[in-house]
């Protein structure tokens, strides 16, 4: 099973950035898409950001124009760069590989975005 490992999360204050990386152990290229989910307590885990193979990108409309996901191929590595963050961008934040279709079969551990007001 593919191993995703994710960085970058912390505190930051409202308005700023904050750039999410997802380290994957194999080829981005042997997935159907990757992507960002997140969950903030009390609520369900929403899709945030998504990129599939071809390179077609995805956004939830809470975040579109204020994130941008990319991957770098040759790291095999995946990012979410978020800026003009709010607090309501608080939560965890677990990278996902989806190798056929779009739904999730292998996850992250999570990092946590703590955006304070």
């Known amino acids: 099973q593919v191993q995703l490992v994710e960085s970058g999360g912390g505190l930051v204050q409202a308005g700023g950035s904050l750039r999410l990386s997802c380290a994957a152990s194999?080829?981005?290229?042997?997935?159907?898409?990757m992507g960002w989910y997140r969950q903030a307590p009390g609520k369900q885990r929403e899709l945030v950001a998504r990129i599939t193979r071809g390179g077609s990108t995805n956004y939830a409309n809470s975040v579109r124009g204020r994130f941008t996901i990319n991957r770098d191929n040759a790291k095999n590595t995946v990012y979410l760069q978020m800026n003009s963050l709010k607090p309501e961008d608080t939560a965890v934040y677990y990278c996902?590989?989806?190798?056929?279709?779009?739904?999730?079969?292998?996850w992250g551990q999570g990092t946590q975005v703590t955006v304070s007001s």
């Open positions: 194999g080829s981005v290229f042997s997935f159907n898409a």
């Open positions: 996902f590989a989806a190798r056929m279709g779009m739904a999730p079969d292998s």
